[in-house]
């Protein structure tokens, strides 16, 4: 699921790059669009576990539309897993890395798709929560870059500015 532009983008992309294309529902969340609707008519199993993955969408997104597509998501069938990032707020950030954030932002808002959300970590989870999540975890970026990018001799790493949430139905 994705923004029909964004979408119509990919398709392209993969078309030309000699690539099958995958079942691509377009979606624009924040217009009050049934997405669920769009998905079962594609072929999607509401009644099966499903695992879906949303990696910076939330930022583009108002609080109430994350708050209700969490909820939609957690009234599917239980097994369901949601693995979703989110961007904190500049103050959690690392002082190395919020020049990249506002750069990112003003990136963002330039293209006409501003960053409208930000999450501190307790927020992120009890909004799971009260959307009907029976299991969240918070998994930081420092975590995850601690985990995957330690060992790396030219010390690239991941900025501290995105964090995931895993939440299970």
Do not use: C
Request: charged share 20%.
């Amino acid at each position: 699921m994705d923004r029909p532009g964004t979408q119509a983008w990919k398709r392209e992309r993969l078309q030309a790059l000699g690539y099958p294309l995958p079942t691509l529902v377009p979606v624009d969340f924040e217009s009050g669009q049934s997405w669920p609707a769009e998905l079962e008519a594609a072929g999607f199993d509401p009644k099966q576990p499903a695992v879906f993955a949303s990696t910076g969408v939330s930022m583009y997104l108002s609080k109430a539309t994350t708050a209700e597509t969490l909820r939609t998501i957690a009234g599917l069938a239980n097994g369901t897993t949601l693995a979703m990032t989110f961007l904190l707020p500049q103050d959690l950030l690392d002082t190395t890395d919020r020049p990249g954030l506002r750069a990112s932002q003003d990136g963002a808002k330039a293209a006409g798709t501003p960053f409208v959300s930000f999450y501190r970590p307790e927020e992120m989870l009890a909004t799971a929560r009260d959307a009907g999540f029976t299991g969240v975890r918070h998994i930081s970026g420092t975590a995850l870059a601690e985990r995957y990018f330690s060992s790396r001799a030219d010390g690239l790493r991941p900025s501290t500015g995105e964090d995931f949430l895993v939440a299970e139905v």
